[in-house]
């Protein structure tokens, strides 16, 4: 009787283990695609800001005063994505308004993500305002 109810107890933890094993596996695929997700918007979102208005990519004069100049990297090596930007237009003498790397590996780099891909999407939207305007 000892030996079944031995059996039973282990035969019992092995689908729980096994469930819980798979939880973790789906809580970080889940982190996995969302990271890879946000990484991926944050980079459409940025050659959206070198679209035309006939939706083309093209070089648009970012030194002039008020065409934000978006700076994006990603270094394969260590699965960073550096993100610069000048809001109002790039300087060779001045400091971006704003800069970040962002560590595709670290799950908890999904707040400052989400700041940025925020802050791009102002910038988007100032842009496609001032656009209208003319």
């Known amino acids: 009787l000892i030996n079944k109810k031995e059996k039973s107890a282990h035969g019992a933890a092995t689908p729980l283990g096994t469930l819980l094993n798979?939880?973790?596996?789906?809580?970080?695929?889940?982190?996995?695609s969302e990271i890879r997700k946000i990484a991926t918007e944050i980079f459409d979102l940025s050659l959206q800001l070198q679209e035309m208005t006939?939706?083309?990519?093209?070089?648009?004069?970012?030194?002039?005063p008020g065409v934000p100049c978006v700076y994006v990297e990603y270094h394969g090596a260590t699965a960073v994505l550096?993100?610069?930007?000048?809001?109002?237009?790039?300087?060779?003498?001045?400091?971006?308004?704003?800069?970040?790397?962002?560590?595709?590996?670290?799950?908890?780099?999904m707040i400052e993500a989400g700041y940025l891909k925020e802050k791009l999407m102002g910038l988007l939207e100032e842009r496609r305002g001032s656009d209208n305007e003319e």
Do not use: H
Not at 54 to 64: H, K, L, M, S
């Open 54 to 64: 006939d939706g083309t990519i093209d070089w648009i004069d970012w030194r002039e």
């Open 82 to 109: 550096s993100v610069k930007i000048w809001e109002n237009g790039f300087s060779a003498e001045q400091r971006p308004d704003y800069s970040t790397m962002l560590f595709l590996d670290n799950p908890n780099c």
């Open 22 to 32: 798979k939880q973790d596996q789906y809580n970080t695929d889940r982190q996995k």
